[in-house]
């Protein structure tokens, strides 16, 4: 509850914030809601908790990513960083103070998708810098690897001057991907005061835990199951409320679906290369064929394609639900760098059109595409 109401009171701008305090009656778990005024304290200086909000999708879009509202992080805070209500994008945000009035500021932001290469981001922090950009053999040797959250990370640094005020400056950022959300954790102000702080950001990032799901609440002995109970073994039929009945491919891994899907599933390569299929629904046409084919291609570093080559993209396919739409493509993950593959299906089915995606290693893709295939014939829907 500590961390719930650490987010509400960071959510909040102003000096005020609404406490709703919920008095549970005995037996059938009712509760009454009454409703106070405080003012709002100081956020605790240690251990410290943030959640991201999901992106946002167009009204009737279903989400193209597959990425879900990403977890709820914890860290403890350096000695002399002073946390700062976070902006539009950030989760996390610090002011640090050295000597002669000099500052650094702190920023924590999770993008869901594309979120351009290493390449790119280095190079357009480094033009904050006055610097010139670099090539990728380049950036290879100015990777610094550093530990964030448990897992291994790069850390770029960069020097130089601030292009408006001439002053010194000097940018720390790590990057790390994780869950199909690019974390950045950047650092940026006085060069010598940056210089100094670099141990306290290393720890600082070594501090980080991505905190696990909320467990579900429990139910009633009596009660039936939410969300089909537990996921079932390859090769069997799923089922429930408004999700289609499939026979899921041998080696597929049913996970939780996140927010705007209907399901997910993920599958692992030789050399832990993943793969993922997500399934999503949408009321009327969810955006058209051409646009949903070229918001997947942007997903893999591609150009739009024009309404006059869309035809010769697409592959329509008559199935048991109707015809679907197939579309097949390579590119590279911008969320890696790394060469990836997408086979999508389209579905138009009364007032709704269903997406299935798979996507993810080229080599992965390219193993199961027949197993997306079948699975995407196999559905059958309520």
Not at 166 to 189: N, P
Not at 228 to 243: D, F, I, L, N, T
Not at 293 to 301: A, C, D, F, P, S
Request: charged content about 20%; some cysteine; proline content about 9%.
């Amino acid at each position: 509850m500590n961390s719930l109401w650490s987010n509400v009171l960071r959510a909040v701008p102003t000096r005020w914030v609404l406490l709703l305090v919920v008095a549970a009656s005995a037996g059938c778990g009712r509760g009454q809601v009454q409703v106070y005024k405080v003012a709002k304290e100081p956020a605790a200086p240690e251990t410290q908790m943030a959640q991201a909000a999901p992106a946002a999708m167009p009204p009737g879009h279903p989400d193209v990513s597959g990425a879900g509202a990403p977890p709820a992080l914890r860290w403890k805070t350096p000695a002399g960083w002073e946390e700062v209500a976070p902006g539009e994008m950030r989760v996390a945000s610090f002011k640090v103070k050295g000597d002669g009035g000099k500052q650094a500021d702190v920023s924590v932001i999770p993008l869901p998708g594309l979120a351009g290469s290493d390449l790119d981001n280095v190079n357009r922090w480094r033009g904050q810098v006055s610097e010139p950009p670099i090539s990728q053999e380049e950036l290879a040797k100015i990777a610094q690897p550093v530990e964030v959250a448990g897992q291994p990370a790069q850390l770029y640094e960069q020097a130089g001057q601030n292009p408006g005020s001439g002053d010194k400056t000097r940018i720390l950022a790590a990057i790390q991907r994780r869950e199909g959300t690019a974390w950045f954790f950047k650092m940026t102000g006085d060069d010598d005061l940056v210089a100094k702080q670099k141990p306290a950001f290393v720890e600082f990032l070594k501090s980080l835990e991505f905190a696990a799901a909320p467990a579900s609440p429990q139910l009633p002995p009596s009660h039936p199951p939410i969300g089909g109970g537990a996921p079932a073994p390859a090769g069997s039929e799923v089922s429930a409320e408004g999700k289609p009945a499939w026979q899921v491919p041998a080696g597929w891994q049913e996970v939780p679906a996140g927010q705007f899907l209907v399901a997910k599933f993920t599958i692992t390569g030789t050399d832990n290369s993943q793969a993922a299929v997500n399934v999503s629904r949408s009321a009327g046409q969810g955006g058209g064929v051409a646009g949903n084919v070229n918001r997947w291609r942007g997903q893999l570093g591609l150009s739009p394609l024009p309404e006059g080559e869309m035809d010769q993209s697409v592959k329509t396919v008559d199935l048991e639900g109707g015809k679907a739409m197939f579309v097949d493509m390579t590119g590279s993950d911008a969320r890696s760098g790394q060469r990836a593959r997408l086979v999508g299906a389209i579905l138009p089915r009364g007032d709704d059109t269903w997406f299935f995606k798979l996507m993810g290693n080229e080599q992965v893709v390219g193993r199961e595409k027949d197993a997306f295939d079948r699975f995407v014939r196999s559905a059958k829907f309520p």
